[in-house]
């Protein structure tokens, strides 16, 4: 089995790493300062589930210098998908999967309009992880977990396969036969978690005890449940209370990628989140006050980080 990591944030460096670790050949796609620092000595994961590294690590800044992979792991920022779809011929052969572990409920989509809709494999990652430093990588917790499906739908062997690596590689993987309801699942938790963490710009534990925050979060995760109908994907009636039982679950401490990037300067997916909800909302008819107010809070930092402001 031969897998490219396309993005060694927290997401790709810390399943990526995993994997490797395992035993896996894995070639990781990066850039900048984390492309040096992996070259130079390799990957370092602090980790609430136990500290690891590897001394050296296969890594590349150019997917054709990879060859062609039984997968590729999609981590890089939703902005990016895009572009790194078009990037990915070098890497193909004809049963490569192409497997999404992104935020947001349309990476899939651009995924497959480059490849075709039958190398798509969708998926949500379920874990906080950010670099701590070039080369390092932080995971603060989560589930630590992935769930993949095939984006037509059903199951695969190919799917399985990962599966089973993944969990030899000591994290959770679980196929879905309807990722796409997964996705939206997903979508409604993490648009809550990233606009409250954001805005508010506390940890989740704080967010989750305070009555109006609570109420807050309870909204955005409705708004998109609403949307989802909408547009046709079937989700539970009982999906806000699942999500704030699953929320009242997590590490206290815990924040999201996107409080990440809003207070470290990077750009964001803030449009990718909760600007995709109020897009989605408004074609469909949907009210989302709770989302554009908080869309609007967090717009002039993804501004000023776009733009370098200081």
Same mark, same amino acid.
């Given at each position: ?5 396309? *993005? @060694? ?27 040096? +620092? ?17 001394? %050296? ?10 060859? /062609? $992979? ?11 998908? @895009? ?6 011929? /070098?890497? =193909?052969?004809?049963?490569?999967? &192409? $497997?999404?572990?992104?935020?947001? $409920?349309?990476?899939?989509?651009? =995924? ?11 998926? #949500? ?8 430093? /070039? ?6 917790? *989560? ?12 199951? %695969? ?5 990962? &599966?089973? !690596?993944?969990?030899? +590689? *000591? ?9 796409? +309801? ?16 954001? #805005?508010?710009?506390?940890?989740? *534990? ?17 708004? &998109? ?13 009982? =999906? ?32 990718? =989140? ?12 949907? /009210?989302?006050?709770?989302?554009? !107010?908080?869309? @609007? ?12 402001? !200081?």
């Amino acid at each position: 089995m031969r897998i490219a990591i396309y *993005g @060694a944030g927290g997401v790709g460096g810390y399943f990526g790493g995993r994997l490797a670790h395992s035993g896996v050949d894995v070639t990781f796609v990066a850039r900048g300062a984390h492309l040096q +620092a992996l070259r130079e000595h390799g990957l370092r994961v602090s980790s609430v589930h136990g500290d690891f590294a590897l001394p %050296s690590v296969q890594v590349v800044d150019d997917p054709g210098l990879v060859g /062609p $992979v039984d997968y590729v792991l999609v981590t890089v920022k939703s902005a990016q998908t @895009a572009e790194v779809a078009g990037r990915l011929g /070098p890497v =193909l052969h004809e049963r490569t999967a &192409v $497997v999404s572990l992104q935020n947001g $409920v349309d990476n899939e989509e651009k =995924l497959a309009a480059a490849v075709g809709d039958a190398r798509v494999v969708g998926g #949500a990652a379920y874990i906080f992880a950010t670099i701590a430093e /070039p080369g390092h990588i932080h995971h603060a917790g *989560g589930p630590t977990a992935i769930t993949i499906g095939e984006w037509t739908g059903g199951t %695969s062997d190919r799917v399985g396969r990962l &599966v089973e !690596a993944c969990d030899s +590689a *000591g994290f959770r993987a679980n196929e879905d036969a309807n990722i796409r +309801a997964t996705l939206w699942t997903k979508f409604a938790f993490i648009c809550a978690l990233a606009g409250t963490t954001a #805005a508010i710009r506390l940890p989740i *534990g704080e967010i989750r005890t305070a009555p109006a925050s609570r109420e807050l979060f309870r909204r955005v995760v409705g708004e &998109v449940q609403d949307i989802a109908r909408a547009e046709g994907i079937g989700l539970p009636d009982d =999906l806000v209370d699942r999500q704030l039982t699953f929320t009242d679950s997590l590490e206290p401490g815990g924040y999201s990628s996107l409080h990440h990037d809003v207070t470290n300067g990077n750009p964001t997916e803030l449009d990718a =989140l909760l600007g995709e909800v109020v897009r989605r909302g408004a074609r469909a008819g949907v /009210p989302t006050p709770a989302s554009a !107010a908080l869309y @609007a809070v967090l717009e002039p930092w993804q501004i000023r980080n776009t733009s370098g402001v !200081a």
